[in-house]
């Protein structure tokens, strides 16, 4: 997967280590105009002034328009600027008599001393514009629960030093925390990305919650640092979360025991080179498109129960862990007829109509799990590389297989097998590719009980009734034949036909026919007894 780049990026701001402090930025003393500190009666002021100042400029057609995104009205609670603007305005030049008036058509830049520890909580606030957050120092607890961010935000090399909290928060514009410190918990609970998320080189130091969260276009998580340092029964929590666009996790570490249970992952996902050094669940994962875990290091034991694979993922190269789980079942991996229709072209699904039903905070998981029929036309059709596709298959299958085989789970290590076999088949010279099949076909590659009985059965019962047409033998012997050819080991020619005349006064035609039937069953008994070998575990 190609990398994911920010289309809304800017040139590096170089560090101003001459900022003023909080209590000298007009964005600051505007969200705290009623006091700082933990109290909710202030902290409710704050928010109602703020929301009121951040809202004066929005036309009824525009709060309209927004309100039909998300569907939700954020605007109920806020108040008419009119009513309090005399007051906030009073309040304002009191705290910063030498400052203008901040305009909230303007630029919200929130840039104060990186090394003043102010308290912070943006709880239910309103962010008309873009807002800068960046390289400021969170020396204390911090709060954005229920914040609604209309246009980008950026908290670029920002340090969380304590507990930080953005639950159900709304980013309806680009979001950027790259190399970013969280030195605590975090949580993203229920929060809404709209658009692209960066947390590329961001170090999480205690434990991280996506739990829930939609990111409705692409994230890029590269090189990301999930940590472990405060406390070590940490965990990163991304289950029930919501992939709607691309998902980068190139050569993130994780040190802490991490869950995608239950995500979704609605196009490409990307776990190249990453580190899992505790345990990682997978359990009732959901990957669309393709997920791609080449040369990825599992070194904890890793499940994937009952994932749900659309595409096979990429394991080649990985390391897989002793003690991987996974579903050997045909409801939780692709059929044949996928492997087929991918070497010639496959639909990418898009994610277009899928952000906007999201925005509006109404994408469930059985709503995923029917997007493609309600996409299909809108879907973008990608071409696939006939070669290296099958092969990466085969290669990913073969590392399953051989990590099951060492577990002592032979179904499972049967299973990739034959999965393994179909890939390969796709690859394989003509005349090699029908030999594929035929074992498929007549075999299922040494697992089936019931073809190799089946073909016996209707090679006794043709040849059976070819002998009883040519006339040559008295009545019953026919089948008596048939069977002896079948099983030819046992000796049966001698028993039901102890007169050598018999059989050798037969013609040319019917001779040819007794040793074809003889060399068909021989092949057919030798692969029901390697079905049985392999379905009973016998030595």
Not at 319 to 331: E, F
Not at 337 to 342: A, C, H, P, R, V
Not at 419 to 448: K, N
Request: with cysteine; charged share 25%.
């Amino acid at each position: 997967m190609t990398d994911i780049e920010d289309p809304t990026s800017e040139p590096e701001k170089p560090e101003d280590t001459g900022r003023k402090p909080a209590s000298k930025n007009p964005l600051y003393v505007l969200a705290t105009l009623y006091g700082e500190g933990d109290d909710f009666g202030t902290h409710i002021e704050n928010r109602l002034a703020w929301n009121a100042w951040a809202c004066q400029n929005l036309t009824p057609t525009e709060k309209k328009e927004i309100t039909r995104k998300i569907n939700r009205d954020i605007f109920k609670d806020v108040v008419e600027w009119s009513s309090i603007k005399e007051d906030v305005v009073r309040r304002f030049k009191e705290r910063l008599a030498e400052a203008s008036f901040p305009r909230p058509d303007d630029g919200i830049e929130f840039i104060w001393s990186p090394r003043e520890p102010s308290p912070t909580s943006f709880d239910g606030f309103i962010f008309p514009n873009f807002a800068d957050f960046c390289h400021i120092n969170f020396a204390k607890y911090t709060s954005f629960n229920s914040a609604i961010f209309l246009y980008r935000v950026d908290f670029e090399s920002a340090n969380f030093n304590s507990y930080a909290k953005f639950s159900n928060t709304l980013f309806m514009g680009g979001v950027v925390f790259m190399n970013a410190n969280f030195d605590s918990s975090l949580t993203f609970r229920s929060s809404v990305f709209c658009e692209y998320a960066s947390f590329r080189d961001v170090k999480f130091k205690g434990s991280a919650s996506f739990i829930g969260a939609k990111f409705l276009s692409s994230v890029d998580f590269r090189n990301a640092h999930f940590q472990a340092l405060t406390n070590f029964t940490s965990y990163t929590h991304f289950s029930h979360t919501v992939f709607a666009g691309e998902v980068n996790f190139d050569e993130a570490i994780f040190d802490t025991s991490a869950s995608f249970r239950s995500s979704v992952f609605c196009e490409s996902a990307s776990f190249r080179d990453s580190v899992f050094k505790r345990p990682i669940n997978f359990t009732d994962a959901r990957f669309e498109p393709s997920v791609d875990f080449r040369n990825a290091d599992f070194q904890a034991p890793t499940n994937f129960m009952d994932a749900n694979f659309i595409t096979y993922p990429n394991f080649v190269g990985a390391v897989l862990h002793s003690k991987t789980l996974v579903t050997a079942s045909d409801k939780f991996w692709p059929d044949r007829g996928w492997l087929k229709s991918f070497i010639q072209k496959f639909d990418w699904r898009r994610s277009k109509t899928l952000r906007e039903a999201g925005v509006r905070m109404l994408l469930s998981r059985d709503e995923i799990e029917k997007s493609p029929k309600r996409l299909a036309k809108e879907d973008a059709v990608h071409e696939a590389n006939p070669v290296d596709a099958p092969e990466s298959i085969a290669l990913s299958c073969a590392n399953l297989r051989h990590n099951m085989a060492a577990q002592g789970l032979p179904d499972e290590a049967h299973f990739f097998f034959r999965r393994e076999m179909w890939a390969r088949a796709l690859t394989a010279a003509w005349y090699e590719r029908w030999l594929y099949r035929i074992y498929d076909w007549v075999f299922s590659f040494g697992h089936s009980l019931i073809k190799p009985i089946a073909w016996l059965g209707l090679l006794w019962l043709v040849c059976a009734g070819l002998f009883a047409t040519s006339g040559s033998l008295e009545h019953g012997k026919w089948a008596l034949l048939s069977f002896a050819n079948t099983f030819s080991f046992f000796g049966f020619h001698k028993i039901f036909f102890a007169d050598p005349e018999t059989l050798g006064g037969l013609s040319g035609e019917l001779q040819f026919l007794i040793g074809a039937q003889i060399i068909l069953s021989f092949i057919l008994l030798f692969f029901l007894g390697l079905a049985l070998r392999n379905r009973f575990r016998l030595t």
